[in-house]
């Protein structure tokens, strides 16, 4: 952790072209960008995207081929806003990819969960889980059956999919966590993204039922390459930027104790 | 292979300190820097109130470092409490590096940091790139001496003044050893402006900001050499350290102490233990003994 190298020129910008744009929900869109240069990205990593005049936002993508990337992006203030209004050949800027994406190279059974737009690294795990030919189930926890993102996607990745909701519209009806508890004893790992309640939860059935995870953690991205100093998780001197965005079970137990 | 160096009136167990700016908002993350190595550790400059820092982007790459405009991003210098508190036991000297407009926001900061027992104050007088709290009172050489001579006079431990590149930097550094400074840190970055030519924007959100790294470190080792041949004071180098050799440059241009900023975003905190085995092979291979034997040696 944080001892090894890093190649600071991924703090050069470029760019991509929007080739597509998917309407989710009413505060959720997906951009399908066509880049300019490869740089090799994992799922979880994340880039900065910035919109010149406003801010750079970092955003974990929810699919990429070297080629093609998707980025799905939750309204929330006003460069989600910006972002939300770029139509249809307009170029985007970004730099990255930066930080520790989810490691997927232990042959095993994957319990695979995102919450609202924190799905969208999960995905793009899920696509390199099936290129690996590993076992997983995809579960996806919204608010209300109109909020789902990648349901289809992942049935026609072929993984066992579920989809619950907390109104009961469709799927399962209650809480992620709640569904995970019933399920996570058949599995060996899991890897979560979402709000952060979801993500103590999950840390702590998964320290309960002794399975390892991988969780993805957001805080204020100012750098992007530890030294700012603005992204700490809680006070534990870790860095979601460089240390994360993705910890596991070993390093939050260590740092987090019992939170 | 000894390479315990005294910076006036600091023992450290080795010359290496964290430079201000880099890692060091809160006691958590000092504290986590501070198992890898250094002998001393810098804050964040510190100022009254909170400030939130300046929007995003706040770096730029640049073929030859990095140019940030940060924003002096700080909790306010009443959160030092704490941050003393948890790095009580950490065993090496913490510096405290101070940032204002007016001689008494210095001195309100500076005899807190004394109260609470830090070791040392760094006045940061250079910051190139927050209008009114930086480099313009590094310029004025009147006004470097009230500030310096205000804090000097009401506390008990070293304070350094962090210069930058100053119009007669030799009036700046003669003026905060007038107040009182025990020694300088130099240097601070130097403003400066990326363009991104796609964008066709500049690519900080402030416009201009302090660019470190490499490209600064010939004018660092310059500027040291200048302070060190004229007053012979303790000096900690700044500027664009990126391996031993140039530590060693430093020490033999006069500093007594050498700081890392921007090399950690690229070589990661183990840089520490690079730096210092390097030191220690070169030191066996040029037969020398104590480190300190090598302060100033280019100037002789
Ligand atoms: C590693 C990581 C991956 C992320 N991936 C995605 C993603 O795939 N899709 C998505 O929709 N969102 C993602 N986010 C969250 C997204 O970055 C924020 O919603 C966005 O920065 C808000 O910016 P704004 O200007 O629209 O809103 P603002 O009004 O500026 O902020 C709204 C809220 O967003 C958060 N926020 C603001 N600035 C930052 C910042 N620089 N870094 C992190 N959070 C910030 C704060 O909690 C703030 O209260 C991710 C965040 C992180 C840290
Ligand atoms: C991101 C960043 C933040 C910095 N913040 C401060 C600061 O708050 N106060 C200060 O005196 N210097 C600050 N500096 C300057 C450094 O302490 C150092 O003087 C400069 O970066 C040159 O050293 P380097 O080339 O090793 O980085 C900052 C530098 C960087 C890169
Ligand atoms: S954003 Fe600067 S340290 Fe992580």
Redesign the interface.
Known sequence: MYLTGYDISILRFTWGVIEDILNHSKSIKSFNIRVREPRDLDPGQFIMLWIPGLEEVPLSPSYYDGSLMRITVMKRGPTTEAIHRLRIGDRVFYRGPFGNGFKVSNKGRYLLVGGGYGASPIIYTAHKIREYGYEAMYVEGVKTESDALFIDEAKSLGLDTILVTEDGSSGIKGLVTDYIEEVINEYDYLLGCGPEGMLLKLLELCNRYGVECQLSFEAIVKCGVGICGSCELYNTGLLVCRDGPVFDSRILSRYLGGV | MDLRVRLGKLELRNPIILAS??????G??L???GEYGFGGLTT?SYTIEARR?Y???????VKCG?L?A?GL?NPGYRELARVRESLKDVGIPIIVSIAGSKVDEFTTIASYVDELGFNAIELNLSCPHVEGMGLELGDDPNYVYKIVSGVSSIVSIPVYVKIGLHRDIMATVGKSLDGGAEGITAINTIRALAI?V??R?P?L?NVYGGLSGPAIHPIAVRIVYDIYREYGIPIIGVGGVSSWDDVIEFILAGASAVGV??V???????VVREILDGIKTYMMDEGFKELSELIGYANK
């Open positions: 700016g880099i890692l060091g908002l809160s958590s993350q504290r986590r820097v964040k820092g929007d995003t982007p706040i770096l730029a790459y990095l940030n940060v991003e991104d796609y964008a924007k690519v959100s900023g921007t950690i975003a690229s070589k990661g905190l183990d």
